[in-house]
């Protein structure tokens, strides 16, 4: 992605409405756990707010995606409209088939990398004639534009200054998420007010940190949260029953971590995105270590 790109991001991003959490009206329940030596963080619906509530359900639209490709500098053909409603359903019916494909090589819980998606639909796209191109054309750029105007997203209240403590007493920080290449770009923004592409989060290490599009799985699969016992154990000596997963869903985050032996905080902070998933199985009465209304809560427990 090039400079004047990365310009146009961080103007769009700049120029977003702020966001507010919305009271989950959830009474909290936590204690004090002086045996917390690492904490690891979902990211959509808990470090960020979400105006859909997660990543895999923004609002997908024509105009979103028009405002994508003129960033990118992509022609639409005439018949504008039409152009627009065929890729958008070609888009879906490719996450459709490459999620089915997954599933049948027993990947149960499929994640696709969004960006080769959208290069393989905006290449069909061109053949057919709906959409002009050269072969410079910023794909990364017009994944992003669409992808932030789609999932409108806001730092959870307090982010910044609990990242900072949790950082002076030099807590080992990790990220477990379903997220696609942008979501580091975002958290970086967000945290440092710049546009990286860079997958390292600022504070966090990156050897405990797990982006789902990166291994073609999504949570709840736990094997996301068991990629991180051996670099936890071999890099801090610290083990699963001291590290303390902190997230918004009941089965994505509190089923899946604690599989591992993780402790579990369930962030009950915005009511769009909190998914108690009362009627599954797996968390028929499941109960998370702690329940948290505000960010600032896991000091109270961690330190």
Not at 19 to 38: H, L, Q
Not at 83 to 88: F, S, V, Y
Not at 206 to 231: H, I, M
Not at 232 to 261: H, R, T
């Amino acid at each position: 992605m090039q400079s004047d790109s990365k310009e146009y991001i961080k103007n769009l991003l700049d120029n977003l409405t702020p966001i507010e959490s919305i009271p989950a009206g959830v009474k909290p329940e936590f204690k004090k756990d002086g045996k917390i030596r690492a904490i690891l963080f979902d990211v959509y619906g808990t470090l960020l707010i979400s105006s859909s509530g997660d990543i895999d359900q923004a609002e997908i639209s024509v105009e979103n995606l028009k405002s994508a490709l003129n960033a990118a500098g992509i022609k639409i053909s005439d018949g504008e409209q039409n152009a627009l409603d065929h890729i958008l359903m070609d888009f879906e019916y490719t996450v459709k088939i490459c999620h089915e494909a997954a599933r049948k090589n027993s990947v149960p819980y499929p994640e696709i990398d969004i960006l080769s998606i959208w290069k393989i639909v905006l290449i069909h796209s061109r053949r057919k004639g709906l959409i002009s191109f050269h072969d410079d054309a910023d794909i990364m750029l017009m994944t992003c534009v669409f992808e932030f105007l789609s999932n409108q997203v806001y730092p959870m209240p307090g982010l910044k200054e609990i990242l900072a403590k949790l950082h002076e007493v030099c807590m080992p920080l990790g990220i477990v998420s379903n997220a696609q290449f942008y979501t580091p770009v975002l958290m970086n923004y967000y945290l440092n007010g710049v546009i990286s592409l860079n997958e390292k989060v600022r504070g966090f290490d990156q050897e405990l940190t797990v982006f789902s599009y990166k291994f073609g799985k999504g949570k709840p699969d736990p094997t996301l949260f068991e990629e991180l016992a051996p670099t936890l154990k071999w890099k801090y000596g610290i083990i699963p029953s001291e590290v303390l997963l902190v997230g918004n869903d009941m089965l994505k985050d509190i089923y899946a971590s604690k599989q591992v032996g993780f402790k579990t905080a369930l962030f009950a902070g915005d009511k769009r995105s909190l998914r108690m998933h009362e009627n599954d199985d797996r968390t028929s009465g499941l109960q998370p270590d702690h329940i948290i209304t505000e960010l600032k809560q896991v000091l109270e427990i961690a330190l």
